[in-house]
């Protein structure tokens, strides 16, 4: 019998989850049967999300860079649920400029959310996991993490070290059962930046790089948050438990490489 996509059960924590994609990962965890945890730094809008979801989620204020505020999440996580079954490190910034004008504090601003947060947060979640009978850990990358682009040196030099956290995380965390796994979402839907795209002109980017060479119904398809929470979701499931130390772009293809109009037979 193939193992389920239920959740049924399974303790979960989302950082960065009170709007956007956390909020709907959040969703989708109590829609298969699971608990979660918003945490998050906005404290009203987390206050409002759990409202909306209802009984299966509780909110709690998390720094992701601070240790203290890790710490403490975990043991009243650990008071209020008995543990956790997941982790999913959502919460990110992004600055955007050129290389030689980046601001050293911004700089380290990104670091400690991006990739020092997703750092802090598996090692305090991580005793609680291996109480549980092992879990599994989803860390939200980008297609920013596999490849490059200009204005955006710092993000992207997190999103590829949270690939490599998520590795040496897999191999150390698996001898206890947990397994540790990277989605990088791609662009191409208003959601999918929200919240910290305001003044990125996300139209006339995908205009001037064209490059999604799947098609539906005739028309590219772009990704959505929807299409990054099944992957998530699935990852935190039992039918991902052959899935450890890898990566998953949810990208339409972005990433696949470039299709050449032209070309003899196309």
């Excluded at 948050?225 to 979701?233: G, I, K, L, Q, R």
Aim: aromatic share 6%.
């Amino acid at each position: 019998m193939n193992p389920s996509t239920s959740l049924e059960g399974r303790r979960v924590l989302v950082t960065g989850a009170a709007q956007g994609l956390g909020r709907t990962i959040a969703e989708r965890i109590v829609d298969l049967g699971g608990t979660v945890v918003i945490a998050d730094v906005q404290d009203d809008q987390g206050a409002h999300t759990v409202a909306a979801i209802g009984a299966a989620a509780t909110y709690e204020h998390l720094d992701v860079s601070s240790e203290h505020d890790w710490a403490e999440v975990c043991d009243r996580v650990t008071d209020s649920l008995g543990g956790l079954d997941g982790l999913v490190n959502n919460a990110a910034l992004l600055d955007m400029g050129p290389l030689e004008r980046i601001d050293p504090d911004r700089a380290r601003w990104l670091l400690d959310v991006n990739l020092l947060g997703p750092l802090l947060g598996i090692r305090a979640v991580a005793p609680l996991l291996r109480a549980s009978g092992g879990g599994s850990v989803v860390n939200v990358s980008s297609i920013g993490g596999l490849e490059g682009m200009n204005s955006t040196a710092t993000y992207n030099a997190t999103k590829w070290g949270l690939r490599g956290l998520s590795r040496a995380a897999a191999l150390e965390l698996g001898l206890d059962g947990t397994r540790v796994n990277t989605v990088c979402p791609g662009m191409g839907n208003p959601d999918m930046p929200t919240p910290f795209l305001g003044r990125f002109d996300l139209d006339r980017y995908l205009t001037t790089a064209p490059r999604l060479p799947f098609h539906q119904d005739g028309q590219p398809r772009n990704v959505d948050v929807h299409d990054v929470a099944e992957m998530v979701v699935w990852l935190l499931s039992d039918a991902a438990r052959g899935c450890t130390g890898a990566d998953f772009a949810v990208d339409a293809g972005w990433t696949a490489g470039t299709y050449a109009e032209g070309l003899p037979g196309f």
